[in-house]
């Protein structure tokens, strides 16, 4: 075969193969012998019609196999010649019969990124405590019992802090309703009936609940706000909102005693003292699970800070919209509205397309490391992995690992698990130091 690969920005090339005739007359043949074995033809033997009748009869088929072959050839061949890293060798363009007999064909390639490997051991990695202080654990329970809590009215005082309101609210920009002047939907910031607000800093926008203090049910409020300067809206960072509030009621939370029928309440039947150890064994895993996050985040940030390269754009578009669709599927989960998010969609994709582009870079180097180190995945492993996933979604592992095969998402978990070795192993070979007590650096 003469191959030529011509490589092009963004991790493409072009491939252009020609098949000799010669090789095109032999695959043919091979195809065609294959057919007249097995063809079961009215008037013949099997295996004995003349190959005019089984060319003539499968045509179609055997014209599409040749070219499945060929390709798959030349695609190998390419791969042998090159010592190419393919990521997606694509749907051939072009496959042309020559009047020669010659075939050609023209294919562009999606290539792995070129770089040179930084240094990756014994880097300097700092992990959190994971230890877990009486404090927190009381702090856990106080948590766990506004959520248990009951809610009565306010009839005999005006709004104070830790109160909550319920609140009708309508929102307005430089003396405009607020979506018009922006000119597409703003989600909650518009307005909202029955909306709750505890009295607090960290409820609602900042400044918000400090302006109802005083209130009492009836009163019309209106007041301006200034958004921060980090608002997740770009267009509103900043800006000042003029609101106008009706105070429709004000409730007081009632907590429930912190004892054993409230443990017994909350966790199956436990007593306080189980309910607490739960709760320590719970916090303990999240500080565990986040002080490992941290560990692998320094990982990510050193290697691209080091390190840049092009990125296949068709898998930074693919790798994008799969992020975008996770943060809106989170925003959906914690109560977001269709308005909202359709509010937010330019600073979805603005975030989901930078956290697309460092999770390739970052993916590829740890591949490239993993490759450099001799890591595999065994089929073993693998098999082991899918089963666990099955388990913990209640399928049956058989029926789900098919499932899996039949997506084409066994190569990715495949990778995924690789690139976890890959961490895994630059870990091991790290110098790894504890944060300073009160560094919250590893919550970020």
């Not at 400044?207 to 706000?225: H, I, R, T």
């Not at 899918?386 to 058989?398: C, D, H, N, T, V």
Request: aromatic share 6%; charged share 30%; glycine share 6%.
């Amino acid at each position: 075969m003469n191959i030529t690969v011509e490589k092009q920005p963004n991790c493409q090339a072009s491939l252009q193969v020609e098949v000799p005739s010669e090789a095109v007359d032999s695959e043919r043949s091979r195809i065609i012998a294959a057919y007249s074995s097995q063809a079961r033809i009215p008037g013949f033997r099997p295996g004995k019609a003349p190959r005019k009748v089984i060319e003539k009869r499968f045509k179609d088929s055997i014209d599409e196999e040749l070219r499945d072959r060929l390709t798959r050839q030349a695609f190998d061949e390419a791969l042998k010649q090159e010592s190419l890293k393919v990521l997606n060798f694509g749907v051939p363009d072009r496959f042309e019969a020559n009047p020669d007999g010659t075939i050609s064909i023209h294919s562009t390639l999606v290539l792995a990124p070129e770089f040179e490997l930084p240094e990756y051991k014994g880097l300097s990695v700092e992990s959190a405590p994971t230890e877990v202080s009486d404090e927190e654990v009381d702090q856990n329970l106080q948590s766990l019992r506004e959520r248990f809590a009951d809610y009565e009215d306010i009839t005999d005082r005006p709004a104070g802090s830790g109160d909550l309101a319920v609140v009708d609210f309508t929102s307005t920009l430089e003396g405009k309703p607020l979506e018009e002047a922006l000119g597409k939907p703003a989600g909650y910031l518009s307005g909202r009936e029955g909306f709750w607000v505890k009295l607090d800093e960290q409820s609602f926008l900042p400044g918000f609940a400090a302006k109802l203090e005083g209130a009492n049910p009836g009163d019309s409020l209106e007041f301006d706000l200034a958004l921060p300067d980090d608002f997740p809206m770009a267009d509103l960072q900043g800006r000042e909102l003029g609101f106008q509030v009706q105070v429709k009621e004000l409730k007081t939370a009632v907590l429930p005693e912190l004892d054993d029928a409230f443990a017994a309440k909350v966790a199956g039947d436990r007593s306080l003292d189980e309910l607490r150890e739960l709760v320590r064994a719970q916090l303990e895993q999240e500080k565990q699970r986040k002080s490992d996050d941290h560990k692998v985040s320094q990982i990510v940030e050193h290697f691209n800070g080091l390190v840049d390269f092009e990125l296949p754009e068709q898998l930074v578009q693919q790798e994008t919209q799969s992020q975008a669709d996770g943060m809106v599927e989170r925003g959906v989960r914690s109560g977001m509205s269709e308005e909202e998010l359709q509010a937010q969609q330019t600073e979805i994709f603005a975030a989901a397309g930078m956290q697309a582009r460092t999770n390739l870079k970052t993916n590829f180097i740890l591949q490239e490391i993993a490759r450099a180190e001799g890591l595999e995945v065994s089929d073993q492993e693998l098999v082991g992995h899918l089963a666990q996933i099955a388990q913990s979604r209640k399928e049956p592992p058989k029926k789900f690992i098919k499932q899996m095969q039949k997506e084409g998402r066994i190569s990715g978990i495949r990778n995924s698990m690789l690139v976890g070795k890959a961490i895994d192993f630059i870990l091991e070979h790290a110098k790894v130091g504890e944060v300073p007590a009160g560094d919250d650096s590893s919550d970020e």
